[in-house]
């Protein structure tokens, strides 16, 4: 079996975003770069079916600048035979990120492609469900497990209400959550193999996509600030607080 | 043009979400209607038929309606849309799952999680774990949009007299078949309506210890979530978790216990009218968006809560 990963580059989860004074976006020069959490979940997934014989070779996909080529070398870093670097300096929407993906998956059939279940810049949560559409393949969404079977996998999902299992037939698309496994740390020998594994270049035109964003950032605004709090100093003052000024209680 | 909701529905039960979505797609134009893909079809139409505002219900049918699953709700959702300038769905895991899949079905880029309705094509959504808003205007032609629920107010429910017509037919493709589902039992409300949340994270130190935060709950009705750091380590169950990556709540009172207040935890609860938090380390990050805070042991704080009630 051949499994898909897809890569984002996104700002460190660590990083306090500051939106740029214009408007415009948020501050990204000068600003730590990782992959996202939910890749390192997918990666790690994808790493550990080869492990244990299931998969035979695993391949990871990073669209958007050049910088992308980093987060592809640490996926192989973790074990990833293979990358392709899509190139495109505007960081694509969802729907053409699926719709590149679409193109990769033409190209290399796998029977199993792994995504993060929500990209943490932009939180859209899209990207895999849209990949599944373009397809036709059945979606394995915000994984907490996966068992793969006979020709179908088994996902255990977390929903709002506690947690689902569907069986879908392969090749499908299998969206991860945080539950499903804790990703390694790449090792040493891991980095440095990484350094000789291929990345393909590829443009969005080798597919045949257009880019070109639906949508349009009017503006990037920072979120009204609380206002300051107080510290009180036994349990009483607060339930006074909350019963008489407040009126919650 | 006319607005189309693509309801998340629990039989009988509306949940908030579905209401909140109403009101949110009676902004953007009067003439709503509510599309119903419910396996307990009949109840489902008939609760969301007495959604006031609402102009009339489609109630699809079919095998297909079992397990809710979105291979096959697509194809009904799409056939639905026909001649509908929007559709909405309310943005917990259900619209999630389903919403994406009929925008690509489409060709559409659907704009996820929106806070704010501007105009008919221009809407906020919070992005980077809500440290950031952005205003976004849509170019499609059909706009996809799943709503946060916290951001509107519900619509009312029961009072509306919407009529009921027969919709699509849901046909089961055996790509993907529904297995089972295991939902958390709890006499509690649910975080996401709740108008009182106590949340416990790593300083809780175990499962047991929740109990704590149990008995302050029945005190106040109120419904108890947790950090990701408690329901990685087991204490509770993963519909517990509050945040970036779990539920958006934003009741009237949140109370934090042992959590530290990581932005990822924040973005899940920092717009509660009313924020308490307790941690022994004055330091935490917690305190910045927290109203009143008690610096000290949890477990000697919260019995003293629940003594004083
Ligand atoms: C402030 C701001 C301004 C923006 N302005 C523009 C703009 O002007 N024009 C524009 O086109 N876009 C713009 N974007 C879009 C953007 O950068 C996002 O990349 C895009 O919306 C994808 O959403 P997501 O990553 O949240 O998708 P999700 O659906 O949340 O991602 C889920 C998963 O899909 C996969 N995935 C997603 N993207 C990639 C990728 N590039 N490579 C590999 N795998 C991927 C990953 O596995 C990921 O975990 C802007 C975003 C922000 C925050
Ligand atoms: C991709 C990604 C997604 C994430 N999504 C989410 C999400 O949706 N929700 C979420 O919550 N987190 C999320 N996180 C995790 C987040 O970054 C933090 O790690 C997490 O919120 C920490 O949980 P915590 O505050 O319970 O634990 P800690 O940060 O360990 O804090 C525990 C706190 O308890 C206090 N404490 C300990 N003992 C006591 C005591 N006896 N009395 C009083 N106080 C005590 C300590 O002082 C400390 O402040 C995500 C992280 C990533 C990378």
């Known amino acids: 079996m051949k499994i898909l990963v897809a890569v984002k580059r996104v700002i460190d989860f660590n990083v306090r975003v500051r939106v740029l004074p214009d408007g415009s976006g948020v501050e990204t020069d000068n600003v730590k770069m990782s992959m996202n959490p939910f890749d390192e979940i997918a990666v790690e ?36 035979d293979r990358g392709i670097h899509v190139e495109t300096d505007q960081p694509p929407e969802p729907l053409a990120v699926a719709k590149l993906l679409a193109g990769v998956v033409a190209v290399e059939n796998p029977s199993l492609v792994i995504l993060g279940k929500q990209a943490i810049d932009d939180d859209s949560n899209q990207t895999g469900q849209m990949l599944a559409a373009l397809l036709g393949w059945p979606q394995g969404t915000f994984a907490s497990e996966l068992v793969i079977g006979d020709g179908a996998f088994d996902v255990t999902r977390e929903i709002d209400g506690g947690l689902e299992t569907i069986s879908i037939n392969a090749p499908a698309v299998v969206t991860t959550d945080l539950r499903l496994n804790e990703p390694r740390y790449p090792s040493l020998p891991g980095i440095m193999k990484a350094k000789r594994k291929p990345i393909e270049a590829r443009t969005p035109a080798d597919y045949g996509v257009d880019v070109a964003p639906r949508l349009e950032t009017v503006s990037v605004a920072e979120p009204p600030p609380r206002p300051p709090g107080r510290m009180l100093d036994s349990a009483a003052e607060l339930v006074h607080i909350l019963r008489e000024e407040k009126g919650i209680l | ?71 096959n709700l697509t194809p009904a959702v799409v056939e639905a849309a026909a001649g509908y300038g929007h559709l909405l769905a309310p943005a917990g895991t259900w619209g999630k799952n ?104 790593r300083g809780m130190g175990s499962g047991e210890n929740f109990e704590l935060l149990d008995r302050l709950a029945d005190k106040l009705g109120a419904a108890v979530g947790a950090s990701r750091a408690a329901v990685d380590a087991g204490y509770v169950p993963n519909d517990f978790q509050v945040g970036q990556t779990g539920k958006v709540v934003a009741p009237e009172l949140y109370i934090a216990v042992g959590i530290s207040g990581a932005i990822q935890h924040l973005a899940g609860m920092k717009d509660s009218k009313v924020i308490v938090a307790i941690n022994k380390d004055q330091e935490a990050p917690i305190f910045q968006v927290a109203d009143y805070g008690l610096v000290g042991d949890l477990f000697k704080i919260v019995p003293e809560i629940v003594d004083a009630l």
């Open chain 1, 45 to 80: 997934e994808a790493i550990r079916l080869k492990e244990a014989g299931t998969a035979a070779e695993v391949v990871a996909v990073s669209i958007g600048p050049a910088r992308c080529q980093e987060t592809i070398r640490t996926a192989l870093a973790f074990g990833c």
């Open chain 2, 1 to 71: 043009m006319a607005v189309l909701v693509i309801a998340e529905t629990d039989g009988a039960n509306l949940p908030r979400g579905t209401l909140a979505t109403v009101t949110a797609a009676l902004a953007l134009d009067s003439e709503v209607d509510v599309l119903v893909l419910d396996e307990n079809a009949d109840a489902a139409a008939a609760a969301a038929s007495g959604i006031v505002g609402v102009r009339s219900v489609i109630k699809a049918g079919g095998p297909g309606l079992a397990g809710g699953l979105a291979e």
């Open chain 2, 98 to 201: 389903l919403m994406p899949r009929v925008a690509a079905s489409m060709d559409v880029q659907q704009i996820s999680d929106i806070t704010e309705v501007i105009d008919a094509e221009t809407f906020v959504r919070p992005i980077y774990a809500g440290n950031a808003l952005a205003t976004v205007r849509s170019r499609d032609p059909v706009k996809i949009i799943t709503v946060r629920g916290t951001a509107f107010a519900v619509a009312e429910a029961p009072g509306g007299s919407a009529s009921v017509t027969d919709g699509p037919e849901v046909a089961a493709h055996d790509s993907a078949r529904f297995v089972s589902r295991e939902l958390s039992q709890s006499d509690r409300p649910e975080l996401a309506g709740a108008r009182i949340v106590i949340s416990g994270g």
